[in-house]
């Protein structure tokens, strides 16, 4: 998903729909305009200004889940590489999280775009490095979903390797298979080693963001999602395939569908006025469409996927989720298809218009109201982007650094892990302030997420808050005839150009009326919690991330100096190695031809063949123990650091008032947790 800068004769139109226009329907300005205002839509309510106090409460007698803590708050992200944070001991800290959700691989970063044949595709399946990971994940009692999200260059109708215009991605990795049968034998080995090998019982993901990374037509994806299908099923008959994994959920087509013609042209502004957008065309196709070969009568579509970013998360899910089910539903599919949501956090791209959001206090707030948001929407799973950062200067996204410092929205789901027992109803007075709370025994955990929408949040998901509770009026549009005059920008008959006022004045006071009580909120706010019939707590424990608690970020600078001169000091230098080689017993010589292979970028398997057979074993031994000693001093740096005052979570007791009710003043962008013991 890419963002752009408002412009002032747009001013208040939604970004993320002016953007996708710009792409995909390139006609004049005059026309995108009023496109996306017919389908922007209703406004949501006007909100006043928050009252001060936030009131919390929480009723314990009112039990609304019997299925304990669920997974949507389980620790859930991307692995799009494998980072050299993992060699450090970030993987066992994954590992060592309680309750895990849903981890999700790329299997076209990982496998897929680096496969030279169909046999070297196999090859790099058998020797993935994360192989050992997805399984002790799934032991742990995790659930993996494989993105199955790039075409190999030899199974590619386009085998170009010049980047696509817009992405970081070779042509031959985003375009169409030229042959389908071909590409359901790549699904069917995939299927093969993670189903029938690794044991995961994993989700398969047909394709990732098909709107921007997929440069077929909108046909040809919906073929390939059936041949996916008729290889996944192949390898495994109850392997469980969903998609399509949309960025815009309002999007109307794939990124190469052709958009050159007035036809072209036409007919998009129909299917988008009248909510034919991808998402529901996939649905369609999966619905009509019979796989004779395997019996099946529809494709099946076991779970439904989608991203969003720079939302306001307590605006979004309500809208969207239901939505999701409707279609679903709409096309003969359960209403409880599991939902996902495979792609999410403040912004996902460089460069970031409001900042490091998603580095600072503010990424572990509209975590945790985006986790709290998802679940009471009925988000089954989800999977933040991503679990560490990519490397790249600047992109502050992941929950750890790439050097495997963790960042406040780590914090923030380190609380959820804390969550035990039965969930008990809460109550808040203020919509950007989230909670959940869950009793165990004697013991009530109350969760707090206080978010202040940025400046770009309330205004980028309007296209989509906005045109689904309008489908009514989009859609009288196509009834009636007028795609052709929406789309020469001509004048629309009194009643629907009225509207169309309508729905601006709206949308611009919405706008207005939350940018004034964002501005009021940030501030702080002041927080009173009755916890009800659970009376005075024996004890209470506070932990909370903010601008000086839990949170990394105002002493990055200084970790990464520590951790960079820690590299540099010779962690895993060539001299160490030689001399723990020397230990083992190898002679100088044997030592330095070993090490050349290694600094060829030889896996140690092959580069011990230049050692005699009885060297290799302690050879194997040396350079393992090098390894872990490396990866220890590491680990003790990262504790060292996470250990500062104000950069881990801590816990602090709290002394709870005789009255029964607590009274806390937070900043704007904070996340408390309660741990309260009768």
């Known amino acids: 998903m890419k963002t752009v800068d408002p412009t002032e004769h747009l001013r208040g139109v939604a970004l993320p729909a002016r953007e996708f226009a710009r792409r995909h329907v390139p006609v004049a300005w005059p026309f995108v305009a009023l496109l996306v205002a017919l389908i922007s839509g209703l406004l949501l309510g006007r909100a006043a200004l928050a009252a001060t106090p936030v009131k919390v409460e929480v009723s314990v007698r009112d039990v609304i889940g019997s299925g304990g803590v669920p997974r949507v708050f389980g620790f859930s992200g991307n692995v799009w590489y494998t980072p050299e944070a993992f060699g450090a001991g970030l993987d066992q800290r994954i590992l060592g999280m309680p309750r895990p959700g849903l981890l999700r691989l790329s299997l076209g970063d990982q496998v897929l775009q680096h496969a030279t044949s169909f046999e070297d595709l196999q090859r790099r399946l058998e020797t993935l ?25 030899w199974a590619s109708s386009n085998p170009s390797t010049d980047v696509r215009k817009g992405t970081n991605l070779p042509m031959f990795r985003g375009s169409a298979p030229a042959d389908y049968a071909l590409w359901s034998r790549i699904v069917e080995a995939a299927v093969q080693h993670f189903n029938n090998k690794l044991k995961l019982n994993a989700y398969f993901e047909a394709w990732n963001e098909p709107n921007f990374y997929y440069s077929g037509t909108n046909e040809q994806f919906m073929r390939q999602y059936t041949a996916t299908v008729l290889g996944a099923r192949r390898a495994d008959p109850n392997a469980l395939v969903g998609g399509p994994a949309v960025s815009e959920l309002v999007g109307a087509t794939t990124g190469g569908e052709s958009t050159q013609t007035e036809a072209d042209k036409l007919r998009i502004v129909g299917q988008m006025l009248d909510h034919r957008y991808l998402m529901t065309q996939f649905l369609q196709h999966a619905a009509r469409t019979p796989l004779p070969a395997l019996g099946l009568a529809r494709l099946p579509v076991d779970f439904f996927s989608w991203h969003s970013f720079y939302v306001d998360p307590t605006r979004h899910y309500e809208l969207v989720v239901p939505y999701i089910r409707k279609a679903l539903k709409a096309n003969g599919y359960s209403a ?294 490396a990866v220890a001093r590491r680990q003790a740096l990262l504790q060292e650091i996470e250990g500062w005052p104000g950069a881990g979570l ?3 007791p709290l002394d709870w008032p005789r009255s029964g009710g607590l009274k806390l003043d937070l900043q704007g962008n904070s996340v408390l947790l309660l741990v309260l013991r009768k």
């Open 336 to 629: 409880n298809t599991p939902i996902f949501n495979t792609e999410w956090n403040i912004a996902p791209d460089l460069p970031y218009p409001e900042g490091d959001l998603n580095a600072t206090e503010v990424g572990a707030a509209y975590a945790a109201s985006t986790l709290i948001a998802m679940h009471e929407a009925g988000v089954a799973a989800q999977t933040y982007q991503m679990i560490v950062d990519p490397g790249v200067a600047g992109h502050y996204g992941g929950m750890f650094t790439n050097w495997g410092v963790p960042r406040a929205s780590f914090q923030a789901f380190r609380m959820f892990s804390m969550l035990r027992g039965q969930q008990v109803r809460t109550r808040s007075t203020d919509r950007w302030v989230k909670t959940v709370a869950f009793a165990d025994g004697d013991t009530l955990y109350l969760l707090v997420a206080s978010l202040v929408p940025s400046a770009k949040m309330l205004v980028s998901d309007d296209a989509t808050l906005k045109s689904l509770p309008n489908e009514e009026f989009t859609r009288s549009l196509v009834r009636d005839g007028l795609v052709g005059q929406v789309a020469r920008g001509a004048g629309l008959p009194a009643s629907a150009a009225g509207r169309v006022r309508e729905i601006e004045s709206d949308a611009e006071q919405r706008v207005k009326s939350d940018t004034s009580r964002a501005n009021e909120r940030r501030r702080g706010l002041a927080l009173e919690i009755d916890v009800g019939d659970f009376g005075r707590p024996r004890s209470a424990t506070r932990y909370l991330i903010d601008a000086t608690h839990g949170n990394v970020y105002p002493q990055l600078a200084k970790a990464k100096g520590l951790l960079e001169a820690q590299e540099k000091s010779g962690a895993v230098s060539p001299s160490r190695l030689r001399d723990a080689l020397g230990k083992a017993g190898l002679s100088v010589i044997a030592a330095d031809e070993l090490l050349a292979a290694l600094g060829r970028g030889l896996g140690f398997e092959e580069a011990q063949q230049v050692l005699p057979s009885v060297q290799r074993a302690p050879a194997r031994e040396a350079v393992s123990q090098t390894m872990r000693d």
């Open 650 to 652: 801590s816990a602090e």
């Open 129 to 153: 490095g994360l192989n050992d990971f997805l399984r002790k994940f799934h032991a742990n009692g995790g659930r993996v979903l494989i993105g199955i999200d790039g075409m190999p260059r």
